[in-house]
Nanobody
Framework: QVQLVESGGGLVQAGGSLRLSCAAS????????MGWFRQAPGKERRLIIA???????YYTDSVKGRFTISTDNAKNTMYLQMNSLRPEDTAVYYC???????????WGQGTQVTVSS
C-alpha cells in the first residue's frame, strides 16, 4: 500500500507561482506512472501532467509551458511547479500513482489551489 500526501496549495494572485509536493510512503517512481490531476468546482477530475520512470512526460495543452513535473527519488517526492497561474487554474489538485493513470492505484487527499484575478 502506498500513501500519497500533497502539500503546498494556497491562494495566489494571477501571474504568480506555487509549488505542490506529493510525498510517497514508499518508492513509487520506478514502478508507477506518477501524475497530477485537478478538479474544478462542478467539473470532472482530469489529468493535467504525468511522468514515467523512463522520463516520458505528458502535459495537457492548458498547462504546457507553465507547469513542470519533477521527482526526487531520494525523497520519494514528486513536485508540480506552477507558473503564470490563471484564475481558471483554480481547483483541488490531486497527485496519483498507478500502472497507468486511466485508473490510478493510489490517490493523495488533494490540496486546494485558488488563483485570484
Amino acid at each position: 500500500q502506498v500513501q500519497l500526501v500533497e502539500s503546498g496549495g494556497g491562494l495566489v494572485q494571477a501571474g504568480g507561482s506555487l509549488r505542490l509536493s506529493c510525498a510517497a510512503s514508499a518508492r513509487t517512481f520506478n514502478t508507477y506512472v506518477m501524475g497530477w490531476f485537478r478538479q474544478a468546482p462542478g467539473k470532472e477530475r482530469r489529468l493535467i501532467i504525468a511522468t514515467t520512470w523512463s522520463g516520458n512526460t505528458y502535459y495537457t495543452d492548458s498547462v504546457k509551458g507553465r507547469f513542470t513535473i519533477s521527482t526526487d527519488n531520494a525523497k520519494n517526492t514528486m513536485y508540480l511547479q506552477m507558473n503564470s497561474l490563471r484564475p481558471e487554474d483554480t481547483a483541488v489538485y490531486y497527485c496519483a500513482a498507478g500502472l497507468n493513470l486511466d485508473k490510478p492505484n493510489y490517490w493523495g487527499q488533494g490540496t486546494q489551489v485558488t488563483v485570484s484575478s
